[in-house]
């Protein structure tokens, strides 16, 4: 007989420091999303393709809130609390990116092929 698969419904979670003004650092969390966030998230940015005649992600229509909108549903401040988007749209492309790419690998976005910039 075959040994039971474990499946874990924890959360995976990275800590990550910000610094959040000069020689100041406060301690962030990247978490991975719920189902519901992933389906919230999937739902956002499907409204930002643009799809050719056989239905074919082809392009984007809008970019806002690229990097933001992933990051509001996987960052959370000290108190574990959501970070708003809002205030994510404040930070710097750099931190924006850096936490992006983190968040897409924790939350299995990342494609086979896919390669870090």
Known sequence: MAEALKISVLRKSQPVDLEIEEGAVARYYVKEMTGAQRDEYFNRMAGKTVKDANGEVVGMKDFKGLYSSLLSFTVYDGEHKPVPE???QEWPD???KALFDLAREINGLVKEGDEKN
Do not use: V
């Open 86 to 88: 809002s205030k994510i």
């Open 94 to 96: 750099t931190a924006q």
